[in-house]
């Protein structure tokens, strides 16, 4: 069966790649699969195979390997190992941790110390350790533990944290190699709970809100191919990237090749013992494109109208495919107006609705849930937005204490400040694959012969050249975007066509100290725009992060500063939420939104909306 180059791998496929791997020896007694992905073919591809590609790790040995396979021709292709680097935490390791502290007595011992007899009722968070430079833990493969108490089975644990206790284990040699007990301040009591059983009464004036599409959807999905109106491209999900967009096109012109999550950090900021070392990597050292974070989406709960879902098919640590049933959500949504005039000369209106469709993704990864909504729209815009909800990191506080990086949100509880740093990897293609990134800002300019008034408004556009030239950050003040361009091909007025970047209100970057282990490790989020030239072997935006002492990823990529321009770019955006947590974020936190635009300019020669049918017969006089 002829199945296009970009369709997302069958779970037959993901067996027929295990078992390829396996039979090739390259899986060890100890072997287990980290991801089993699709091999995107190269742009300029003419072949029909299909080749995957195998992320293969041994727990004996700790050694990690990329091995490529052909599904088509059923054999190894190659086997490449990756000396020092550590994928993702496997599941079954988060499972052995609990395991291994719940029955180490140093951590029994410290839990007593705090009035916790019944070790059932204590929730066990394994974190990812980083890597802080200590001799000790050098070469291990770590995670650190910290716990809370659930008054009953779906109390929420967050209300009660267990502090200062910080259990360090690893999980290569089956061992908790230290358990921290920074103090005891007492385990704050008060149950917060969120389910309708606690909260009490409920609101009983909302009406029903239905979304009826009589005449069916406006788009169509055939394999992972998606089509509405002059919008045509492929979504799939994949284990660290999430969701990810390929061959991104509108009337038939390319916009992007592929656009994805190249890496993601959360970096906490407080400073006591038991939250420091706290800085997660959601994407690179979790996996959150795989079971069990990625979300199985409930109709009219989390999308509302006329849906339609795409499964995902995932591969577990041992290689066997595992289907996460409504994984893609597809639906369109009505956003207002989209174009609007009144003539005031012959009292005629004309009024367009906006709709967009929209692609989303939901993903749990501990405590905090990360939805992903790609947006389209009917005039050519593209937008990206992250919604971030779930449940606040929380800290013991002495009974009368106030702490400094952290803010209370409930007697005795704080929440560390913190930041959500997104990185995403923009694979431009406009008009084709030769484009250049220019930078364009907005600025005044003094009173002169050609400027009598001072009311001149200056648009100014800078050629971004190499790799170190388009290391940069937002600046809200100047209008500063980014405008990817293609040098060979002119619209009506002459300039070359394009999309520019434009920064959300959240265009936060990295805040921690340069001397910081994690400034080492998630130098993508220091800059908000950094451009390399396309690279099949470049993907991730802090390389393979898990334990790493960092400089891989885009610091090493840029290194060699290469020329970026009227080539095949890709550019790196980098943004976030400055999250100093309120009163109002618990126990459950109201949406936060982050994100960024793509807009055309000069993409299209006017308004590409004008053919938008009015509504009804009222929106047209
Ligand atoms: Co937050």
Redesign the pocket.
Known sequence: MYMHPLESLSADEIKTAAAIVKDGGELGEHGRFSSITLLEPPKDASTADRDAVALVYDRASGAASSVVVSLTKGAVVSSTPIPGSQPAYLLEEMAECIGLVKTDPRWIEAVRKRGVEDLDAVQCDPWPAGNFGDPDEDGRRLLRVVSYVRHFEEDNGYAHPIEGVVATVDVGRQEVLRVEDHGVIPVPSKCFNYAPSHVGQMRTDLKPLDITQPEGTSFTVDGNEIAWQKWRFRVSMHPLDGLVLHTVTIDGRSVLHRAGLGEMV?PYGETTPGHRWKNAFDSGELGLGRFPFLNSLELGCDCLGEIRYLDAVIANDQGDPITINNAICIHEEDYGILWKHFDSHTFTTEVRRSRRLVVSSIHTVGN?EYGFYWYFYLDGTMQLEVK?TGI??TMGVAPGETPVHSTLVAPQLGAPV?Q?LFCFRLDFDIDGAENSVYETELSGEPVSDDNPFGNALLPTARLLRTESEAQRTADLSKGRQWRIVNPGRLNAVGQPTGYRLVPGASAAVLLASPEAAVHQRATFATKNLWVTPYAADESRAAGYPNLSAGGEGLPSYTAGDRPIENTDVVVWYSFG?N?V?RPE?WPV?PV?YAGFTLQPVGFFDQNPALDVPPSNGHCST
């Open positions: 959360v905090y971030l606040l990191q913190h959500h939420v999250h947590p974020d936190m936060e």
